[in-house]
T-cell receptor, first 114, second 112 residues
C-alpha cells in the first residue's frame, strides 16, 4: 500500500564504499525527486526527474548519480562515500512538475558513514 | 543567504490553545507554498497548500499568505499533543522541475 517506498531504511557503511538507495512510487506520478536532510533538519533538493528525464541537478558532488529506469523508479548511487554524506535521504514524487503539485515523501533512508 | 526562514522553536503551546507558526521567504516571484509536518524520525507529510493571498482553512489548520510581505503562516487551533512535531514551510519559486525550498522547520510542543 505504501505510495512512495525506498530501501533500505538504514544504511551503515565505511568511508570509500559505494552504495545505492532504491525508490519506487505506485501513485502514477510523473515526477520524482531526491532530497537530503542533514543533521540540522534542512531538506535540500538534489535531483528531480520528470518521466525519466533529468530536470533538476543541484550542486551535488558527481559521486552522486541518480538513475530513473522508468517513471515509477528513481535510484541513487553514491560512490566513494564520505563522512559528510551521513544524512537522511528522502525520495519523493509529485503528479507533475507544476508549481502547484505537492510532494509525497518516502520514509527515508538514514545513511551513516563511519 | 537563507531563502526560507522559520523560527526553530520550540514553540510551547498548552493543549487546546492556538499555535501560530511563521515563515518568510526571499524570492518575490514564488508561486506556491506548502506546510509539511514531520514527526521525529518520520518523513514529511503535507498538511496545507496555499497559492493565493488570504486565508485557507482545512479542519483545525489555517494557512495565511501575504505575497506583498513575503510571509506565510500556519495556525493550529485547539492544539493537541499529537500536533507535537516539526512544521516545515516550503516555497516553490516557479523554476522548472517543481523545485521546493524548505525552511529549517519550527518545532512545536503541545503540553497537556
Amino acid at each position: 500500500d505504501t505510495a512512495v517506498s525506498q530501501t533500505p531504511k538504514y544504511l551503515v557503511t565505511q568511508m570509500g564504499n559505494d552504495k545505492s538507495i532504491k525508490c519506487e512510487q505506485n501513485l502514477g506520478h510523473d515526477t520524482m525527486y531526491w532530497y537530503k536532510q542533514d543533521s540540522k533538519k534542512f531538506l535540500k533538493i538534489m535531483f528531480s526527474y520528470n518521466n525519466k528525464e533529468l530536470i533538476i541537478n543541484e550542486t551535488v558532488p558527481n559521486r552522486f548519480s541518480p538513475k530513473s529506469p522508468d517513471k515509477a523508479h528513481l535510484n541513487l548511487h553514491i560512490n566513494s562515500l564520505e563522512l559528510g554524506d551521513s544524512a537522511v535521504y528522502f525520495c519523493a514524487s509529485s503528479q507533475d512538475q507544476g508549481a502547484n503539485s505537492p510532494l509525497h515523501f518516502g520514509n527515508g533512508t538514514r545513511l551513516t558513514v563511519t | 543567504q537563507k531563502e526560507v526562514e522559520q523560527n526553530s522553536g520550540p514553540l510551547s503551546v498548552p493543549e487546546g490553545a492556538i499555535a501560530s507558526l511563521n515563515c518568510t521567504y526571499s524570492d518575490r516571484v514564488s508561486q506556491s507554498f506548502f506546510w509539511y509536518r514531520q514527526y521525529s524520525g518520520k518523513s514529511p507529510e503535507l498538511i496545507m497548500s496555499i497559492y493565493s493571498n488570504g486565508d485557507k482553512e482545512d479542519g483545525r489548520f489555517t494557512a495565511q499568505l501575504n505575497k506583498a510581505s513575503q510571509y506565510v503562516s500556519l495556525l493550529i487551533r485547539d492544539s493537541q499533543p499529537s500536533d507535537s512535531a516539526t512544521y516545515l514551510c516550503a516555497v516553490n519559486g516557479g523554476a522548472a522541475g517543481n523545485k521546493l525550498t524548505f525552511g529549517g522547520g519550527t518545532r512545536v510542543l503541545v503540553k497537556p
